[in-house]
């Protein structure tokens, strides 16, 4: 176990020259360890979102972000939930630095997210005709890696900078499962 920390922290330092053959546009695809903290708050927080709104007593405000039923929509709210959840832990450890809040990243990664779950899912179901549990958990876990990529690839793009456009973006991402929730 010493050893493959070390080799993992060794692959995170982007001072390793081995490491130049990963990066795609000059971001590193390899995980730094904020990347997999967020990664296992994002699938924490989301397997535990999955079952709020049963354990509130089906309360309607907890519907408008958590998943109601076993819609492949519903389950849109996993990544919601944990992504708003990263967003409130993003804030206040950059208002200590002093940084933008990474609105516009974040939301990127919630879009792709989504957009690989629906897309991944429906190819998988109409190859096996069926859905299988254990492949459903691991499609969300692996669309949480490729969220915070995402997030790590916007943010080094400097898209954060633009504050208006992040919260019109979150606006409407939130006003679209709050409209479209079937309770």
């Given at each position: 176990?010493?050893?493959?920390?070390?080799?993992?922290?060794?692959?995170?330092?982007?001072?390793?020259?081995?490491?130049?053959?990963?990066?795609?546009?000059?971001?590193?695809?390899?995980?730094?360890?904020?990347?997999?903290?967020?990664?296992?708050?994002?699938?924490?927080?989301?397997?535990?979102?999955?079952?709020?709104?049963?354990?509130?007593?089906?309360?309607?405000?907890?519907?408008?972000v958590a998943?109601?039923?076993?819609?492949?929509?519903?389950?849109?709210?996993?990544?919601?939930?944990?992504?708003?959840?990263?967003?409130?832990?993003?804030?206040?450890?950059?208002?200590?630095?002093?940084?933008?809040?990474?609105?516009?990243?974040?939301?990127?990664?919630?879009?792709?997210?989504?957009?690989?779950?629906?897309?991944?899912?429906?190819?998988?179901?109409?190859?096996?005709?069926?859905?299988?549990l254990a492949?459903?958990?691991?499609?969300?876990?692996?669309?949480?890696?490729?969220?915070v990529m995402?997030?790590?690839?916007?943010?080094?793009?400097?898209?954060?900078?633009?504050?208006?456009?992040?919260?019109?973006?979150?606006?409407?991402?939130?006003?679209?499962?709050?409209?479209?929730?079937?309770?």
């Amino acid at each position: 176990l010493a050893l493959f920390s070390r080799f993992l922290v060794l692959m995170s330092n982007d001072n390793y020259p081995g490491n130049r053959r990963w990066r795609v546009h000059g971001t590193s695809v390899l995980p730094h360890k904020r990347d997999v903290l967020d990664v296992v708050v994002l699938c924490v927080v989301g397997t535990l979102w999955h079952f709020l709104f049963g354990v509130t007593g089906n309360t309607y405000l907890f519907g408008l972000v958590a998943p109601v039923n076993e819609s492949l929509w519903e389950h849109g709210k996993l990544g919601l939930g944990a992504t708003l959840m990263l967003l409130v832990v993003d804030g206040i450890r950059l208002h200590r630095l002093g940084d933008r809040l990474p609105l516009v990243s974040r939301a990127a990664g919630l879009i792709v997210m989504n957009t690989f779950i629906i897309v991944i899912f429906l190819i998988y179901t109409w190859i096996l005709s069926t859905n299988i549990l254990a492949l459903d958990i691991f499609l969300y876990y692996t669309a949480c890696y490729v969220a915070v990529m995402v997030h790590r690839y916007a943010s080094d793009r400097g898209c954060n900078s633009h504050r208006v456009v992040g919260i019109l973006l979150w606006v409407a991402i939130l006003s679209l499962y709050a409209i479209v929730t079937p309770i």
